[in-house]
């Protein structure tokens, strides 16, 4: 298939995809989108000519729009394949983005056109005009959308790209538009009943509600979004394999585009152990996260105080505690500051977004455990919502 070679001329073999190689499947696709839909469009505007047909020429005036957004496309992943600079330090990706609104938008412009249109076929019904002509155009439109749809996934797919995605869904758009003119024209043709309208209205609909959704997904990403959950629990996993990584917590992540991401953690390391040979630790980490997985990682180090009894056995009393109350709730970098006359426990406690129980619960429910053990112990509590 054409898909195959153009990733394969890309050499897209690995998980890592540079922008270099983005830029060459996203610029061939477009050169493909643009070619089809221009076949398409001509073909059609030359019948409705020939057939004195508006609704064939104006069909053939929005795959002209589609090769438009095949420009579009060619456009985003050239903007998009551009180096970091001062204005843009984390490089130019999400120009995807942006991208993938314009193509919802025309998505949803359609929508509302083909509603306008098959509204007035409703009010105003009038005879479908058949021909061979006709039948073989509309198929050759659903054969060459469907091929677009197929061949957007496929290169999709490897590269991740949104804007591509959004392509391959306004390709079965017109894919169901030209099916519902095809199926209509065919029951006209042998029952003489006239269901072009209403056909049409139930096709706008479903495209409105796929041209919110590609606006939906790109805003998300825009606004920025929470990281994949899969994603982070290999990122996490990962990390935790390193010898003298204790745990982590508070990993942020970022993304500036499908090729562009950032993360943030804090990970605990013993605290007795020599700095210097902690922070190569660190280093090591965050160089074999970069080269494998393409991720710019910075890792804050925690040291943690791993024999004292004391501190072991209040840390795992206070995360009993929470666990009565729900097992979502987290808590990390615990420590204390002992004392004669009072002593201060100090640590984060996460709550899921998904957990209603109040900060105030929490903090009353551990005093309460805590002044039966003893009762100048005092909590020191930094409440958190998680980042993924």
């Known amino acids: 298939m054409i898909s195959k070679w153009i990733l394969k001329k890309a050499n897209i073999q690995e998980v890592k995809i ?21 076949i398409l469009s001509m073909s059609k505007i030359l019948s409705g000519i020939f057939l004195h047909s508006v609704s064939i020429l104006a069909d053939g005036i929005n795959n002209l729009s589609d090769a438009g957004n095949s420009l579009i496309l060619l456009i985003s992943f050239k903007l998009s394949s551009k180096e970091a600079d001062e204005e843009h330090p984390f490089g130019h990706e999400r120009i995807e983005y942006l991208a993938s609104c314009i193509v919802a938008a025309s998505i949803l412009l359609l929508s509302f056109e083909m509603f306008k249109s098959s509204l007035d076929k409703i009010v105003n019904p009038s ?17 060459g959308k469907l091929f677009l749809y197929v061949f957007y996934k496929n290169c999709a797919k490897p590269i991740d790209s949104t804007v591509l995605l959004a392509s391959a869904q306004d390709s079965i758009n017109d894919v169901a538009s030209t099916s519902a003119v ?58 935790c394999k390193y010898t003298g990584i204790y745990g982590i917590h508070d990993l942020l992540v970022h993304n500036y585009g499908p090729n562009r991401t950032f993360a943030s953690v804090h990970a605990e390391v013993d605290s007795k152990e020599d700095i210097l040979r902690s922070h190569d630790l660190i280093d090591t980490i965050e160089k074999d ?38 097992s979502e709730i987290q ?5 204390a500051v002992l004392g004669n006359t009072h002593s201060n426990l100090i640590f984060d406690c996460v709550i899921p977004y998904t957990c209603h129980i109040t900060k105030e619960e929490i903090q009353n429910h551990i005093d309460q455990m805590l002044s039966k053990k003893k009762e100048t112990y005092y909590t020191v509590i930094t409440f958190e919502r998680p980042f993924n």
């Open 18 to 38: 540079t922008s270099a190689q983005r830029e060459h499947v996203g610029r061939m696709t477009s050169y493909v989108g643009v070619g089809v839909n221009l």
């Open 331 to 335: 808590i990390h970098d615990f420590r």
């Open 289 to 326: 996260i970069l080269e494998q997985d393409g991720v710019h990682l910075v890792i804050h180090m925690d040291p943690i105080v791993l024999d004292n009894p004391l501190i072991n056995q209040l840390k795992d009393d206070v995360r009993s505690c929470v666990a009565e109350l729900s």
């Open 182 to 239: 095809l199926v209509s024209t065919l029951i006209f043709k042998f029952t003489n009943i006239n269901l072009d309208g209403y056909m049409g209205m139930a096709v706008a609909v479903l495209i409105l509600i796929s041209g919110i959704s590609i606006l939906k997904e790109a805003a998300n990403k825009i606004l920025g979004e929470a990281p994949d959950h899969e994603f982070v629990y290999q990122l996490e996993t990962k990390i």
């Open 127 to 143: 005879d479908i005009d058949f021909s061979i002509l006709l039948v073989i155009v509309l198929i050759g439109s659903i054969l």
